[in-house]
């Protein structure tokens, strides 16, 4: 089935740690971006890209780094995990960065 | 900064009623304004978009209404029914913002009582 496809679905880190969360999508977006959603919080953004090759900040990017080789993946690096980056993380796209959102199901991550 | 509210964080009603889920926005130049469903342990779902040029989206038993002037929206559900239980979210892109990223409300918490 099209659509955004996250990978883990759940994870468990020890400080210090580093790790990637995978985001993929098969509906040639050409936006993608990570948010992070905390309780009690809207949604918050990490890193988006508007294309291959092209990354840039949002809201929230410190400890996180991004990269976009391709148009269908995007995956997300922690660097140091620390017990602040306990959430759960989401990745969607877009055919434009105004349209419609389709989001992954989401990673829960958690940090010890 | 726009910054977006959703209020009440939750609310539970009878199966059958109409309601009326409610979004604000302190910065009235949009772009557009969209709703989202989170069902738990999922990913968001995409319910309906209202460009800043429209009055409201319909889609089933959902409709969106949008004032700018005011600086809200509302979602109307008819006849709710127990699936209709979930999280529900409201997003603004803002002209201000070169990049249209979203910013998002915290949800309305919504569960439907059989």
């Known amino acids: 089935n099209a659509g955004v496809t996250q990978t883990p679905k759940f994870q468990v880190l020890k400080t210090g740690q580093s790790m990637t969360l995978q985001c993929a999508q098969d509906?040639?977006?050409?936006?993608m971006s990570w948010y992070r959603q905390d309780p009690g919080m809207g949604l918050r953004l990490i890193h988006y890209s508007v294309g291959a090759g092209i990354t840039d900040q949002g809201e929230v990017p410190n400890g996180y780094n991004v990269s976009r080789s391709t148009t269908e993946d995007f995956p997300l690096r922690l660097l140091s995990a620390a017990p602040s980056q306990t959430s759960v993380y989401f990745c969607a796209s877009s055919y434009s960065p105004t349209g419609v959102y389709t989001f992954g199901s989401g990673t829960r991550l958690t940090v010890v | 900064k726009q910054e977006v509210t959703q209020i009440p964080a939750a609310l539970s009603v009878p199966e059958g009623e109409n309601l009326v889920l409610n979004c604000s926005f302190t910065d009235s130049a949009i772009y557009n304004l969209q709703w989202f469903r989170q069902d738990p342990g999922k990913g968001l779902t995409s319910l309906l978009l209202?460009?800043?040029s429209q009055r409201e989206q319909t889609s089933g038993r959902l409709n969106a209404s949008l004032d700018k002037s005011s600086g809200r929206s509302t979602l109307y559900i008819a006849a709710s029914q127990p699936g209709d239980s979930a999280t529900y979210l409201c997003?603004?892109?803002?002209?201000?913002?070169?990049?249209?990223?979203?910013?998002w409300g915290a949800g309305t918490k919504l569960i439907i009582k059989p």
């Open positions: 997003a603004v892109r803002s002209l201000s913002d070169s990049n249209y990223q979203l910013i």
């Open positions: 509906m040639n977006h050409e936006y």
């Open positions: 209202i460009q800043s």
